[in-house]
């Protein structure tokens, strides 16, 4: 069983290395509103210059996971797999229109707290969020999508004004 479990380990390895960079052009994305959902949730809509939804299909011809809207919440502007964001909002990303040049989604976003250890909550207590969202101007996000065999692709950085989060979320 050791030498099974070794071949293993020396396989993903070698595949790690395979890793690589997707050619997706850097989408731009541009807010288009900030509110309540139907289902409770707060929804970000917005634009991009890329159709999120079929990136991978588009310009590698491969397949890809749902694309996910990440927000920061504490000012963590360090957007990658390898680094967690303690206090963030994060949605899937649903199409609203798939028509070029601007392809229109939204993302229903939950609020959640990352412990140190690596465990979540959601954080949905908006009085927590507060203080957080008064203390910025806006809020950066980005969307992410991930392919087998690809490292995560992320967008151009897309701001919220706090403002406007504040005004929904304690109207």
Avoid: W
Avoid at 3 to 26: D, F
Avoid at 108 to 133: S, V
């Amino acid at each position: 069983m050791n030498g099974l479990r070794g071949v293993i380990y020396l396989a993903l390895l070698l595949c790690s290395g395979c890793v690589k960079t997707a050619s997706i052009p850097a989408a731009d994305l541009t807010l288009s509103s900030f509110r309540m959902g139907s289902s409770n949730l707060f929804t970000a809509h917005f634009s991009s210059t890329v159709d999120l939804q079929n990136a991978f299909s588009d310009y590698e011809q491969s397949n890809q996971l749902s694309p996910t809207l990440s927000c920061s919440l504490n000012r963590d502007t360090e957007f990658s797999s390898e680094h967690p964001i303690a206090v963030k909002a994060e949605g899937r990303i649903i199409a609203s229109s798939q028509t070029k040049p601007n392809y229109k989604f939204s993302s229903e976003l939950i609020f959640y707290y990352t412990h140190p250890y690596g465990t979540q909550r959601d954080l949905n207590d908006y009085d927590a969020i507060k203080p957080l969202l008064e203390s910025q101007n806006s809020i950066p996000c980005k969307v992410r999508i991930t392919a087998y065999g690809y490292e995560a692709y992320y967008s151009n950085t897309l701001l919220i004004p706090s403002r406007v989060m504040i005004e929904q979320i304690f109207r």
